[in-house]
Nanobody, 128 residues
Framework: QSQLVESGGGLVHPGGSLRLSCADSRLRGNTYAIGWFRQVPGKEREAVSCITYYGYTDYEDSVKGRFTISRDNAKGTVYLQMNSLKPEDTAVYYC??????????????????????WGQGTQVTVSS
């Protein structure tokens, strides 16, 4: 089964910005909720943010006010705008999707087992 495709990772200085993208044709016009996750080697993967088809969002506390999740349903693409990046934001970032036709909300505490499709990950490195 095809994966979601992330892009936009890279190397950035502290205080800089990056915008990650997550694209897949299944997201086009379909009520999937999308989550962004990140993982550092040796640590568990953690949820960063989520967004429903209708635009409800939730964020992990450490990224509130710095990261913004958004989506273009017509294009089947979800974005994660990351500003004021810190070295501790360095990780592999993944997007994931689950079918959610009836819920108007999402939460970063949703178990990862709920997510049906995952991307391959994109590396974000914040370093001077």
């Amino acid at each position: 089964q095809s994966q979601l495709v992330e892009s936009g990772g890279g190397l950035v200085h502290p205080g800089g910005s990056l915008r990650l993208s997550c694209a897949d044709s299944r997201l086009r016009g379909n009520t999937y909720a999308i989550g962004w996750f990140r993982q550092v080697p040796g640590k568990e993967r953690e949820a960063v943010s989520c967004i429903t088809y209708y635009g409800y969002t939730d964020y992990e506390d450490s990224v509130k006010g710095r990261f913004t999740i958004s989506r273009d349903n017509a294009k089947g693409t979800v974005y994660l705008q990351m500003n004021s990046l810190k070295p501790e934001d360095t990780a592999v970032y993944y997007c994931a999707a689950y079918w959610s036709p009836y819920s108007s909300t999402c939460t970063v505490t949703t178990g990862q087992g709920r997510y049906e499709y995952w991307g391959q990950g994109t590396q974000v490195t914040v370093s001077s």
